[in-house]
């Protein structure tokens, strides 16, 4: 199956490297990047025969059957609807768009096309919540009653990227939001949020929060926490715990190694992996994985447009409660 | 020191044994039960000289230098009154009482009396909370942002005591409320709670639920959650967490052995301990030998009749939030 | 059941004190000790009736059915012998006596007298290790194939008692000996040890080592290891692992709370339980509990006077092989 | 750097992939099996330019510089010979040979043509691992007193394979001999070693034994055990403890992912990686970049001939000291 890789920063050299040398059945065929030079580079070091600037054109080549859109958020509706058009399947970062609208054109273009159409909320594939998942889905546990997230980063982004972020919400939380979905399996009916800074007065400054809480209570019952933290000193913090009738399941952070040390002070071990992509590592391979699966059998994507859009409005929910010290329902946000 | 226990139900006779076995500063001088045959057994077993059914003139004896009121809760006051005024030192089990006019009765009583009135919230006491007080307190985790607590039981009282508990904030999650501002060290302003019946229709049936979710706001900033079960299928679940600036604590349940047993299944372990008497045993033990202390040196006890008010006024703005859907300040709750 | 405790040392204070307050159908009726102000200090805080120095006339009194023997162990085969040739059930701390043929004459004296005889072997009724022997037992593992014993203490004894301790293996391997052979069941017929002094040379000029390992051949086909360290600065190092056709069994240390914390430097934990009588304090209770019910039952007692004595020519082989560097065969061990 | 691949087995493809994907200055010009349409296979998949059946015209052709040596044992002594005549820098799979003649063959060759040789014990690469020898270097837990290595197969070959395999000890054990010596960074003096059949009669019949344990004493005075068996239930486990004066180091297994769940039967984890290839996956990456390393800095490899050698001296001791039940010097064996 051949790829065409839109962006060449950070997420989309890891899917370039995927799709080239990880997959057997994939190849990479043009990589795009408004910065040339980006794109060049990556193109050599995986041996990619095209690179471009020309985003558009590359979308529309015809040794192109799927395009990976790895570029900034504000980009992404307009390279759906084009890809869509071209009739090549898409797999497309989250979030798809930060405004409803926007991503109810992209949506409406893919499903007129016919084309699948993948969100890249990668965590779903790490075998930690996985597993969670599966639990839940074999009823391991019952019928769950009670959801906790922890998603705390290890620092904070730039104040220049804070500024155009969106928001906490919208920026990190859309990952938990997703994660909570994804695990329980049911939809979110109403938000209650909480949320303060912390961390840095900088970032009240640029009109955002770095520590918060949201609750979450489903439409089958589930009542569920959110907490985060834009900055946990001892590493990326990313656990589940979900409570049921018949027991409960958790899963902990990764480790470097498995030591564990006794000194004449304590017992300790090495912190936690720091870096995301360390730590979600093969999430990322696993997705595209499923993604090449669902095109090549003609089956559903494990992570529909719908589970793009949906995120975006538990994100404006939960800044509403914010914002009006009171739970909000989903029904609520219109736009 | 000479005590007299009021009350030789469960909890009576723990304390019972405590003061007349365990403590070598101690003695009961007689034990009192409207049901004089349960004082009698308990004063047989223990070697205790005098067992009796009239409450009242156990209180006003002699040879009594402090009390530890065991009875059933709408019997508290009366007896912290009446040991206020016979100048008895006194432990009394939570709560002092549902109302909050009739605890401030107590109070002030107990404050005219001069003499010394602990509230026996015993997991304040409890080794592993004890270490996260500890843990904030000196600072190993820096600033505190958030607060997670959970609290479940094994199983679900009798529907017979659920009809007359008062409902399941003031019954279970008071401990919880109690945790929260003894952890954190500061007081909760507002309470935002979700309720549900899980476990079991008849609890609905009774008005009451099994199933809930707290979040707390702290005058110092940090933001907690609650998170309560009546029935935990694995046992009686017991834990915190606390991050901050600096780190977090975890503490975990209590375990009747550590052996881990790997077979061609599964890695795994026996359940933690289920019975809230088993699990917090030595807490038992250390309030009364704080209380003990506090009386002997004349210092302040470590729970104090205030530490006994608040989570009451915490438990009526919880269930005035569940009743009404939007977070409830606790100034708000009068009587 | 009436108690007289010989001996009012460490040991002897914690028997007494379980046999008057923790178990509720034993009494103790009289405590001797050489040094009699030790008798005394004991008696009185625990409301014993009599204290004396003569321990043989304790021994003989009419009002004792059961004597628990914590004196020095060159006086236990004296006071074996009396006791049971005065008819008294009797529990004796490990280890018998230090030569075989003594320790023959006191099993001999048992029997004749057929009264109960249980040596003080605590740890087979510590939780943890119970738990092992239960699940060998029960054949949760399936058939044993090998085991490891980590038996470290926390410091090593003062000179002045390792010169007189009849050595390592004796004094302290005994214990590991008799772990042994009750996980696995079955008897050790060949044993391979090595020695070094590793921790303090003051203990090669006393004659003695410090850190050992010894591989025990069973009859069952199992093989053993058995790890020593007179100084594990981390604390009490107590841990055993089988491994069998169906799987293996580990168990830990005991820790003070559960409590883990995370900083910017390290996940850690306070260390492990430090002093046997905290470690091992469940077992003690335990054990006597067993000796109490097999008295009053007429059941065999779970420790008997064979397990006494095994351990030692155990003890023997061992530090044969360390002295001539190659396997030795219990058989070999005839004194 | 140009590869060549001698073996397209199982070893084989891994390191082809390696060498050919993974990392970013290397490929594979070539591929050698004695079966063509192994090489072939692996050639097509890989893109590997040169697939062939002529070994020898592989390790000479111009576009090699380094080859990796993954064919059967009894040809790895004549390629290494083979390709240190042509030049080529040589990774060999362990053992370099069963026999001690042949290996000083081929270290001489390696020494004579001067090119870089390393031996394939690829778990010291392994993170888990490297953590521990790091403690040790660092020395974060003092002077090590003690050494533990538990090494057990998830189920054993085949006994065609037995047959041929040299027995267990040069074998398995061999990895944990290397093991021993990386940790502890001294020299192994005498081994004592038991061994057993209990997983499987019929790899008695072909003469081997299944289960054992090796005790080492090393040069420096450390005392170490080796635990061994052909078949854990639960998966491939794969473990080492070290002991010392400052404290003590342990390292566990790996496993799938992070879940624990609750029921209201145990607390329990899926089982530990059970395939050695996914177990170490990370460690034949890392190995190959420290080869690569040090042919392209002319810096020492990290696993040199010498220390493929030693290995199996240490197996040829241990086999005997199973054969006449005493314990072997290593001086004591020449050939």
Known sequence: MKFA???????????AETLALRLP???VT???DVYEPAAAETAAS???PVSSSDTLAVIRRDDVEAVAICTS???HVQ?????????KHIFCEKPIDMELAQIDQALEAVEKAGVQFQIGFNRR???NFARVRRAIEEGEIGTPHLLHIISRDPGPPPISYVRVSGGMMIDMTIHDFDMARFLIGSEVEEIYAVA????DPAIAEAGDVDTALAVLKFANGVIGTIDNSRKAVYGYDQRVEVFGSGGKIESDNNYPNSAFVSTSRSVYRDLPLNFFLERYKDSYVIELRAFVDAVQNGTPVPVSGSDGRVPVVMAKAARRSIDLDRPVKLSEITA
Do not use: Q, S
Request: cysteine-free; proline content about 3%; glycine content about 10%.
């Open 5 to 15: 890789v839109l962006g060449a920063g950070r997420i989309g050299k890891i899917h």
């Open 25 to 27: 059945d994939t190849e």
């Open 30 to 32: 043009a990589i795009a």
């Open 46 to 48: 995986l041996r990619i």
């Open 73 to 75: 958020t504000d980009t």
């Open 79 to 87: 390279y759906i609807i084009e890809a869509a058009r071209a009739g």
């Open 125 to 127: 594939f790490d075998p």
């Open 196 to 199: 303060k800074v912390r961390v």
